[in-house]
């Protein structure tokens, strides 16, 4: 597990993310950056939402590439623009490989890896999240005018699952990384 730079220490917080590629992760994380000055980013998909665990980083993710590397790889498309109303999160919506990713949440949300969620899991883009409740209609209108006008394809080939842990800096260090090798079911 590589080590932090000075000053910055790792925390009791784990996830597990679906990094996108450019030149979409590009565009998003410009938008978001746009949205948000100063937001540290690096485009993803969350599989596992962020938990404390009662386990070493070394036993979580021994049991996350136990569960993962069963997974086949599958298409991901982003779909609409959307808010989270309770929370005034902008994201952008999954269309396709939303089954594929809430099974791989279920089976790595147990055992050692397991949380009682404070919202159900649901498959999403972050966009801008920790707003101030006058500005969300302003961006979440910004972010569909940049999303409809963005020329590359909106999806993008699920193959690897990072596992990753939270620092005092609100950075994620990339623990491990872990291929899908499950077998596609036709």
Known sequence: MGS?????????????VVYIPDPLAKFLDDLRREMVP?????????????????????????????IAEDFAPFEIEAGDVEIFRAT????????KGVDQLREMYRALSRGPLAFQETFAYHPHITLAQGLLPENVERLYKLARDRWEAFPHAKRLFADRVNFVQSTNTCTWLDLAEFSLRGVPVR
């Open 4 to 16: 932090c730079p000075n000053g910055v220490e790792r925390i009791n917080l784990f996830a597990a």
């Open 38 to 66: 100063g937001c540290i980013v690096r485009a993803h998909v969350t599989v596992l939402p962020p938990r404390p665990l009662q386990v070493t980083p070394e036993v979580a993710v021994s049991t996350a590439r136990s």
């Open 88 to 95: 005034d999160v902008i994201y952008i919506g999954i269309k």
